[in-house]
């Protein structure tokens, strides 16, 4: 019981943080609005985080944690081509965006993680980061396996290359307030058609537990 009440006043917390975030911007938000909108006191709320910073962080971490839990599906049944595949898993990234964090509190979060690269807050994004990109390297791993990427590729560096892709296409999303999701997918997928097609296996050409044999 005491447990779920603690978990329950965080999530109080980091809602009414985000919610306020949204209305008034990062900077603006007070930390003793953020108690009275979550129904705790300000005492509380610092048994819970050191300052909004660390809100901050702790909502790009359950952002993150739930695109990664919506990326498995992908990664473990992806769809026949390349292509599909990446757009896929892209798709799963890119839709649960905005869920929590607006445009203006994504380039907040980004500037202090490059504004203060030895703090916490700067470690702890670029750990999220590598995780997102540790799942798309498992991807094309996971295709290249069952034949779909040429054998004798480097699966793991072709993940970061598309991860390095979609990241620094998000990066210009969020500094464009106009720019729609449907927009972005669109123009990833076209980036990475054509490596996609560089990289899928002939279908003639022997798969990854082929001896290379033909039966007489």
């Known amino acids: 019981m005491r447990a779920r009440q603690k978990a329950d006043r965080n999530r109080r917390i980091l809602e ?3 919610a306020l975030f949204r209305e008034v911007g990062y900077d603006a938000a007070r930390i003793e609005d953020i108690a009275l909108r979550a129904e705790v006191s300000v005492g509380t709320f610092y048994n819970y985080y050191a300052n909004k910073g660390d809100i901050l962080v702790a909502t790009v971490s359950m952002e993150v944690e ?3 839990d919506a990326g498995r599906s992908v990664v473990d049944n992806p ?3 390349v292509a599909e595949s990446i757009h896929a898993l892209v798709s799963c990234y890119y839709d649960h965006s905005l869920v929590y964090l607006s445009k203006a509190m994504w380039r907040t979060a980004m500037a202090i993680s490059i504004q203060q690269p030895e703090s916490p807050f700067s470690r702890r994004y670029t750990e ?8 798309v390297s498992s991807l094309m791993e996971h295709l290249q396996g069952r034949g779909t990427i040429r054998m004798g590729l480097d699966a793991a560096a072709l993940g970061q290359m598309v991860f390095n ?3 620094m296409m998000f990066i210009e ?3 464009d307030e106009e ?3 449907g927009a972005l997918k669109a123009a990833v997928a076209r980036q990475n058609a054509p490596l996609a097609a560089l990289v899928t296996a002939d279908p003639g050409s022997p798969g990854p537990f082929s001896t290379g044999r ?3």
């Open 214 to 216: 033909t039966s007489a």
């Open 165 to 167: 892709n979609l990241n």
């Open 66 to 68: 739930e695109v990664l």
């Open 179 to 181: 720019m729609t999701i």
């Open 79 to 81: 769809p026949p081509s």
């Open 16 to 18: 009414a943080a985000t």
């Open 128 to 135: 999220l980061d590598g995780r997102l990109c540790d799942q």
């Open 173 to 175: 999303f969020v500094k």
